[in-house]
């Protein structure tokens, strides 16, 4: 398998129609700021590099940048931190993000391919709540519109009035679902690709991270 670089998958997804808050690599502290100026501040500054997919446990994300300063000592201190701490990864700069506003919840959406199923899709309750609840539920793909909308109504019961998820519209996330689902169709080369988060609203949802990666040789 290989890996995507985040700027890769985010392409996968604006393709499909999934909304992804703006983003765009840069490849020096010069770049990265007029980004940021561009976009508005506050924003998010992540460590591009296909070979990690780890980010924050080497350092390699800093929040709520507000200021040209902020951002370019953001660029150089992940540069120099990441690069220290993988020499042998290829680090093509850092992506700026604009930061999402605060939402009513946060979901995780992924596909893995199961040994009786075939490739199935997940969705559930993401942030903070992906590895203590695990309130997640799980379709077999392709998934319709219909399968979309019960998968969230799943999470939804599970999750209760937890988050805000009480809150979410059906529709809303089950759009992501089944957009996603078609991504994966038009897309048979890649093997996965993990959201997580993408944070949502009572009229909409923004995709803030995700990685992915493609069948075959590395």
Same mark, same amino acid.
């Given at each position: 398998m290989r890996n995507l670089s985040e700027a890769d998958v985010y392409g996968l997804?604006?393709?499909? =129609?999934?909304?992804?808050?703006?983003? !765009? $690599?840069? !490849?020096?502290?010069d770049e990265a700021v007029t980004a940021a100026t561009e976009f508005g501040y506050p924003v998010v500054c992540k460590v591009a590099s296909a070979d990690i997919l780890h980010k924050s446990k080497l350092g390699g994300v800093a929040v709520d940048r507000r200021t040209p300063e902020q951002v370019r000592e953001a660029f150089e201190g992940i540069v120099s931190r990441v690069g220290r701490a993988v020499p042998e990864?290829?680090?093509? @700069?850092?992506?700026?993000? =604009?930061?999402?506003p605060r939402g009513l919840a946060e979901a995780?959406? %992924?596909?893995? !391919?199961d040994p009786e199923f075939g490739r199935v899709v997940m969705f559930g309750a993401g942030g903070e709540f992906a590895e203590v609840l695990r309130?997640?539920?799980?379709?077999?793909?392709?998934?319709? %519109? @219909?399968?979309?909308?019960?998968?969230?109504r799943k999470v939804q019961g599970k999750m209760k009035t937890a988050a805000g998820w009480? !809150?979410?519209?059906?529709?809303?996330?089950a759009d992501l679902v089944r957009r996603f689902s078609e991504l994966l169709a038009a897309h048979?080369?890649?093997?996965?690709?993990?959201?997580?988060?993408?944070?949502?609203y009572e009229d909409g949802y923004l995709v803030i991270?995700?990685? %992915?990666? $493609?069948?075959g040789e590395s």
């Open positions: 997804l604006e393709a499909a =129609g999934i909304k992804v808050a703006p983003y !765009r $690599l840069t !490849r020096t502290a990864a290829k680090i093509d @700069g850092c992506l700026i993000c =604009g930061q999402a995780i959406i %992924g596909t893995t !391919r309130a997640v539920d799980f379709r077999s793909h392709p998934v319709d %519109g @219909g399968d979309a909308a019960d998968l969230v009480s !809150r979410v519209a059906p529709a809303v996330a048979p080369e890649v093997e996965s690709i993990d959201i997580n988060p993408a944070v949502l991270d995700a990685k %992915g990666t $493609l069948a």
